[in-house]
T-cell receptor, first 114, second 115 residues
């Protein structure tokens, strides 16, 4: 079965520290991968996406993610976080043949503390 | 990118009533998607709405509870019928980006609270 797993429901971190938010998927077909961010009381905004090509993808606000096909992972990283990065982060996967239906992970709440 | 406007942005409703959420897009799109985000939860796809045909519902969602209209390529509505407190959620409208890459653009969402 096709699924998306975000391993951490909450990640507390101090300002200017590095952070990694983990995402794994289960699939026997090719995938497109996405990270979205949801700030409090707002809709979802695309951070970055992997469609093909280089496995290291850079997005907005200094975030990047690396696609690892052998480990079926797409972890999100930022070398130095800010208070303003406090938000909910969702990993999403489009499975080949999935008729444009994105499957979302459960989300990870990133809490950046001063 | 697409600009998506949803109305209402939030509402408080009484049990047993129905509410219609509107979604307006600033460009013509083939498919529109309706998602539900229950408190503290991730997004769950309710249905896919194509212009000129009936919406396609995901498992666990039925047309009688969540009727959808798609009268043209820039507009859709989702009705939450006979509401109960369990329907308290954020309902999000979304559309595809160009090129069929699966990227979705989202509206700000409609936050419903059912008393």
């Amino acid at each position: 079965a096709q699924s998306v797993t975000q391993l951490d429901s909450q990640v507390p971190v101090f300002e200017e520290a590095p952070v990694e938010l983990r995402c794994n998927y289960s699939s026997s077909v090719s995938v497109y991968l996405f990270w979205y961010v949801q700030y409090p009381n707002q809709g979802l905004q695309l951070l970055l996406k992997y469609l093909s090509g280089s496995t290291l993808v850079k997005g907005i606000n200094g975030f990047e993610a690396e696609f690892n096909k052998s480990q079926t992972s797409f972890h999100l990283r930022k070398p130095s976080v800010h208070i303003s990065d406090t938000a909910e982060y969702f990993c999403a996967v489009l499975f080949s043949g999935g008729y444009n239906k994105l499957i979302f992970g459960a989300g990870t709440r990133l809490a950046v503390h001063p | 990118s697409a600009v998506i406007s949803q109305k209402p942005s939030r509402d408080i409703c009484q049990r047993g009533t129905s509410l219609t959420i509107q979604c307006q897009v600033d460009s013509q799109v083939t498919m529109m998607f309706w998602y539900r985000q229950q408190p503290g939860q991730s997004l769950t796809l309710i249905a896919t709405a194509n212009q000129g045909s009936e919406a396609t519902y995901e498992s666990g969602f039925v047309i009688d509870k969540f009727p959808i209209s798609r009268p043209n390529l820039t507009f859709s509505t989702l009705t939450v019928s006979n509401m109960s407190p369990e329907d308290s959620s954020i309902y999000l409208c979304s559309v595809n980006g160009q090129g069929g890459t699966g990227e979705l653009f989202f509206g700000e969402g409609s936050r419903l609270t059912v008393l």
